[in-house]
Nanobody, 115 residues
Framework: QVHVMECGGGVAQAGGSLRLSCAASESIFRNAAMGWYRQAPGKQRELVAQFTNSDNTDYADSVKGRFTISRDNAKNTVYLQMNSLKPEDTAVYYC?????????WGQGTQVTVSS
């Protein structure tokens, strides 16, 4: 059973933009803390951006000012707008839905930024 599903990855040039989307079931979207993570080859998965419990947002220092997380409650969808992309942003990006005792991951979408 698929709980969250990402789309929107691809190839961009440095300085370009991409937007990722994550669709979730209504029950997950309304009750989980939604966020985005990424994992580059040979590196650990890391937090990119997330909504906190009070619907504030939190970003990794490396993406602050360039990436924006947003949500469309009518579509049960979370977005990650990525601007001013850098080659070091190349990674598989994962949508995450986190509850207190469990979490769900999407299948991941590849983002490749060429220099």
């Amino acid at each position: 059973q698929v709980h969250v599903m990402e789309c929107g990855g691809g190839v961009a040039q440095a300085g370009g933009s991409l937007r990722l989307s994550c669709a979730a079931s209504e029950s997950i979207f309304r009750n989980a803390a939604m966020g985005w993570y990424r994992q580059a080859p040979g590196k650990q998965r890391e937090l990119v951006a997330q909504f906190t419990n009070s619907d504030n947002t939190d970003y990794a220092d490396s993406v602050k000012g360039r990436f924006t997380i947003s949500r469309d409650n009518a579509k049960n969808t979370v977005y990650l707008q990525m601007n001013s992309l850098k080659p070091e942003d190349t990674a598989v990006y994962y949508c995450n839905a986190r509850f207190i005792t469990e979490q769900y991951w999407g299948q991941g979408t590849q983002v490749t930024v060429s220099s």
